[in-house]
């Protein structure tokens, strides 16, 4: 039998590389997480009188504290997050399906070009729509209402541009074709045949969009005067600009900061599942 040579000695050297760089972004992402979690289970007192990393023994007080701060406002600002983010990347993923599936199968004149805009709309930073965005809200009496936060949050360039790059690789122009011959309607093949065979896709436009919405900060802080609208950001926000008079606050803004991260990795965790589906399919088509 022959052996199989050895691995040569700078193949194996240079292939931790890339594996150090990757552990040494993870270290670099995971500390500032580690620290929030730390410091929520501090008391006021073990918060800058301990080890940055050492737990305390402070978290079921902080609990309590944070719930019944102002009565309860800071699970008013969660549901308001869960609100904005959820309805919104649910209304922008069905958006993003419908442009993105058109733009993909449907020939029509100007499709270039709507493609073209979509793309510089990709690369503009939100934060420039801002101030023109809540101009025209307020123009039809909608700054400062939940709409002011949602409606933005809907029509995603991204969204629509990984769902049409999505829908012309996802699906055959056979199975529409065919569909069509047995006389299908488009609606019917669009919900029935299309929508299904993008699930995946839809499911990665929807996490991004939620995350994107859940952690925007400066379109609310704009549109948004009363407190009871705020989202967990903004409200967050709000508290630690009083924590600068009252340090005692600083406590209760870690917490509120911790709790607002949960449901972002839950639904990483509940949804990473339609990834694997995806992969295992495209392993098995190609």
């Not at 199989?4 to 594996?19: C, L, N």
């Not at 933005?152 to 011959?181: F, K, M, N, T």
């Amino acid at each position: 039998m022959n052996a199989t040579p050895p691995e040569p000695r700078t193949a194996r050297r240079t292939s931790w590389v890339p594996t150090s760089v990757l552990l040494l972004g993870t270290v670099y992402c995971l500390i500032p997480v580690l620290w929030v979690v730390m410091a929520a289970t501090k008391s006021r007192d073990e918060l800058f009188s301990t080890f940055t990393f050492l737990p305390g023994t402070g978290l079921w007080d902080n609990l309590a504290d944070l719930t019944a701060y102002r009565g309860g406002v800071f699970w008013r600002w969660m549901a308001n997050s869960v609100l904005y983010a959820g309805l919104g990347a649910l209304l922008s993923a069905a958006v993003s399906a419908a442009s993105g599936y058109a733009l993909a199968k449907f020939p029509f004149r100007g499709r270039s070009l709507i493609f073209a805009v979509l793309l510089t709309g990709v690369l503009m930073p939100p934060i420039t729509l801002a101030v023109p965005q809540y101009l025209l809200l307020a123009k039809v009496g909608l700054a400062g209402t939940y709409w002011s936060v949602l409606l933005p949050g809907v029509l995603s360039p991204y969204g629509i541009y990984l769902a049409r790059v999505y829908a012309a690789a996802a699906l055959p122009d056979e199975v529409l074709e065919a569909a069509r011959v047995d006389g299908v309607r488009e609606l019917r093949l669009f919900t029935s045949i299309a929508l299904p065979m993008m699930r995946p896709g839809l499911v990665t436009i929807f996490l991004f969009q939620f995350v994107a919405i859940w952690n925007n900060f400066l379109l609310p802080y704009i549109m948004l005067g009363e407190d009871k609208l705020f989202p967990v950001t903004v409200g967050l926000y709000s508290l630690l600009q009083q924590g600068a008079g009252v340090p005692a606050l600083y406590t209760l803004v870690i917490t509120g900061a911790l709790l607002s991260i949960i449901p972002l990795i839950a639904l990483f965790l509940s949804l990473q599942r339609y990834w694997r589906v995806d992969l295992l399919s495209g392993a098995v088509k190609s």
